[in-house]
């Protein structure tokens, strides 16, 4: 499947756990189980890299969750991006657009939550110099940005 990327996907932002903003300190944004079940199951469990953007607005670099969530025992898979810009507002109910561009690392389960919030800081960092390459970033222009989105009902 990762042959597969770059994917694109879109949503409304919906109230996810409320763990990413006060355990982890890093905010995310997360897609309604439609969204999640809409993107192919063949895509493994992991961390990943690419573009987002909220409601038409500037792309920015973003990294995201696919998975289960094992350190938190999760029953429902989900899909958490954490966009690398600081929007101070809420944003539930704006619509957030990702282009899915490289996969970081697969799943797995944490001895701590400090452990976790490195693995996570280091997926940060990595994205960030992915991003910057060449032919990644030409994906920050993609047209479905700037398109009106039909989110699955």
Same mark, same amino acid.
């Given at each position: 499947?990762l042959s597969?990327?770059?994917l694109?996907a ?5 109230r996810?756990?409320g763990?990413g903003?006060?355990?982890?300190? $890093?905010p995310?944004?997360?897609?309604p189980?439609e969204?999640?079940? #809409? =993107?192919?199951?063949s ?11 909220v409601?038409?607005g500037?792309?920015h670099k973003m990294?995201?969750?696919?998975g289960?969530?094992?350190f938190y025992n999760?029953?429902?898979?989900s899909?958490e991006?954490h ?12 619509i957030?657009k990702i282009c $899915? ?5 697969p799943?797995?389960?944490f001895? #701590? =939550?400090?452990?976790l919030i ?5 997926d940060?960092e990595q994205?960030?110099?992915?991003l910057?390459e060449?032919d990644?970033?030409k994906?920050k222009?993609?047209p479905f940005f700037s398109?009106?989105?039909i989110?699955p009902?």
């Amino acid at each position: 499947m990762l042959s597969q990327l770059p994917l694109f996907a879109g949503g409304e932002i919906v109230r996810g756990f409320g763990r990413g903003s006060k355990e982890l300190g $890093i905010p995310t944004a997360n897609f309604p189980l439609e969204v999640v079940k #809409s =993107l192919p199951e063949s895509l493994p469990t992991g961390a990943y890299y690419g573009w987002a953007n909220v409601d038409n607005g500037p792309v920015h670099k973003m990294v995201l969750s696919v998975g289960w969530n094992p350190f938190y025992n999760n029953k429902e898979k989900s899909v958490e991006t954490h966009m690398l810009h600081d929007f101070n507002c809420d944003l539930y109910g704006q619509i957030l657009k990702i282009c $899915i561009v490289g996969y970081l690392r697969p799943e797995r389960s944490f001895d #701590s =939550l400090e452990a976790l919030i490195a693995a996570i800081r280091l997926d940060i960092e990595q994205a960030k110099a992915f991003l910057d390459e060449a032919d990644k970033g030409k994906l920050k222009e993609a047209p479905f940005f700037s398109e009106k989105l039909i989110s699955p009902k």
